[in-house]
């Protein structure tokens, strides 16, 4: 959600931020309705103030009586009014997009993201590369077809040494994130609309969500959602910021749409696990925590031996509320491209405006944070190292950083 008043004083700068981003509210429509919505705010004040001021004499002069009861009529038809044309005005307003920063490259979509850079060698082999579905079969440690006999399609299990890998890396992770800082938490996996509305995944990621049926909750599509939602209606002291938060969680999405060769194996699933990053922070130093989440999961990345690039993500690839993205690929060797592994979004004050969460300055006055939301790790790093810590007999090397959390060097094949 961005400031009414940024709409209001400037008008033209909302509609080509409106424009670049393929915004389906209709600009001059919005307009025409705040300006009602103003213009009613303003007669139903008056009409107020006047049956306020009457009524008192109404004691002294029942002539005043009449004209009273005409006023309470007519404010209540234009409260009514008021209130439809309100409702108009925020549906509208709840699907504008957060402005966007100097350096978000034009594009349609990932294929037009920006390469910032590349980092770790590309490991070449001399023999038939398999992916990550393949080495789980092999390795008996991934098995998806126990996963949709049990809960259907999209889903699976990690087992054995599958399953301690997984297991080693997630602590690993999070280990490292409070070595930086980061608060760890256990958050609940189902998340109020209200929540889901003020991180921005209702009503922009709506085909995203698994609903739980007669409840007013849904299952969680990452600990984002939780982890600033704690927030909610909180007026921080600014000597507290920035506040680290980091989580793992099972997360739950619907993945609609998806399908064919990169939907493979568990790169793209209905539920997986995600070890994730938050930040609140002052506006003024957004830019640096958001630098400081892409330095985290570069730094993991390095650690475990992945050759990755790092993309400036174009408008067409940016979800709504995100105000500038950094996405991570590392390269997959069975499947021969680098694919997304981490994210990192600045978000600005979109989702703190939502939640109305605030500091407190030194000199007493309120403002809203900014909040930073990034992927250290999910299952997908797994399956990196599978594909690419492979060998000839199908075995797959751990990486170093993680053996003491494992026990073992190495994952042979199933005998």
Same mark, same amino acid.
């Given at each position: ?8 004083? =400037? ?18 429509? !919005? ?68 402005? !966007? ?110 609903? !739980? ?5 849904? !299952? ?10 704690? =927030? ?184």
């Amino acid at each position: 959600m961005i400031d009414i008043k940024l709409l209001r004083e =400037h008008a033209d700068l909302v509609r080509a931020n409106m424009i670049r981003r393929k915004c389906p509210t209709n600009f001059d429509s !919005l307009i025409e309705i705040d300006n009602a919505c103003r213009t009613l705010q303003t007669e139903v004040e008056n009409l107020r103030a006047e049956r306020n001021r009457l009524s008192k004499e109404c004691r002294t002069n029942p002539e005043v009586r009449e004209t009273v009861r005409r006023l309470k009529d007519e404010l209540g038809n234009k409260e009514a009014v008021l209130a439809r044309q309100q409702t108009k005005l925020q549906l509208m307003l709840d699907f504008l997009p957060n402005l !966007l920063a100097d350096d978000v490259p034009d594009g349609l979509d990932d294929t037009d993201n920006v390469e910032i850079r590349r980092v770790g060698e590309i490991p070449q082999f001399d023999f038939k590369v398999r992916d990550h579905q393949e080495l789980g079969d092999l390795l008996d440690i991934l098995d998806t077809q126990r996963g949709a006999k049990v809960a259907g399609a999209g889903f699976y299990y990690w087992k054995g040494k599958g399953a301690q890998l997984a297991q080693a890396l997630f602590f690993w992770a999070q280990q490292e994130l409070v070595k930086r800082g980061f608060t760890l938490f256990m958050t609940p996996c189902v998340a109020k609309p209200r929540t889901l509305y003020g991180t921005g995944y209702l009503p922009f990621f709506a085909d995203q969500t698994f609903g !739980l049926q007669d409840l007013d909750l849904a !299952l969680i599509g990452t600990s984002e959602q939780t982890l600033v939602g704690y =927030h909610a209606d909180d007026v921080l002291d600014e000597e507290t910021l920035p506040r680290r938060y980091t989580a793992l969680t099972p997360c739950f999405r619907t993945e609609a749409g998806s399908y064919g060769k990169a939907s493979r194996g568990i790169f793209r699933v209905h539920q997986f696990h995600k070890v994730e990053q938050i930040i609140f922070c002052r506006p003024e130093d957004s830019v640096k925590y958001h630098e400081e989440c892409l330095a985290n999961e570069e730094y993991l990345l390095q650690q475990l031996g992945l050759p990755y690039h790092v993309v400036n993500v174009c408008v067409g690839d940016l979800g709504a509320p995100g105000y500038k993205k950094y996405d991570i690929e590392a390269w997959f060797a069975g499947f021969g491209a680098y694919r997304e592994v981490t994210s990192n979004t600045n978000l600005t004050s979109f989702q703190s405006r939502r939640l109305n969460i605030r500091y407190k300055k030194a000199d007493g006055t309120r403002e809203l944070v900014h909040t930073i939301s990034a992927t250290a790790v999910t299952d997908r790093v797994i399956i990196a190292i599978l594909e690419n810590n492979q060998q000839p007999d199908g075995s797959v090397i751990i990486p170093e950083v993680l053996r003491p959390y494992t026990g073992f060097d190495r994952i042979e094949p199933a005998k």
